[in-house]
């Protein structure tokens, strides 16, 4: 199983940025796809999730309306999409799937199976 995260980067606060993470050798429609995001000296912490048909979500509370999470089953990949992006979001991020068929708040609390190599993303003031 491999979970390839890309699309990170530098930005201006208050810019954008759409990261992707495809996957393979596993089924990627049985699998809730959750992003982390782990800051230097700081916890790894949840940052969103999505269901695996794509119509439930969760975010933590600091991003929320600010990050959009979605995902093509067809293509493997999930996409969260960073808005309005603050100093404070500067963090490694990791995706990571867990096969379940859970939604909602559950989908933070999962112990997730497998774990992509982390894309960077640093936002300058």
């Known amino acids: 199983v491999q979970l390839q995260a890309s699309g990170g980067g530098l930005v201006q606060a208050g810019g954008s940025l759409r990261l992707s993470c495809t996957a393979s050798g596993l089924v990627f429609s049985d699998c809730v796809l959750g992003w982390f995001r782990q800051a230097p000296g700081k916890e790894r912490e949840f940052v969103a999730a999505i269901d695996r048909r794509g119509r439930s979500t969760d975010y933590q509370t600091s991003v929320q309306g600010r990050f959009t999470i979605s995902r093509d089953n067809a293509k493997d990949t999930v996409y969260p999409q960073m808005n309005s992006l603050k100093p404070e979001d500067t963090a490694v991020y990791y995706c990571?799937?867990?096969?379940?068929?859970?939604?909602?708040?559950?989908?933070?609390?999962?112990?997730?199976?497998?774990w992509g190599q982390g894309t960077q993303v640093t936002v300058s003031s």
């Open positions: 990571a799937s867990d096969r379940t068929t859970a939604t909602g708040r559950l989908m933070r609390f999962l112990v997730y199976d497998y």
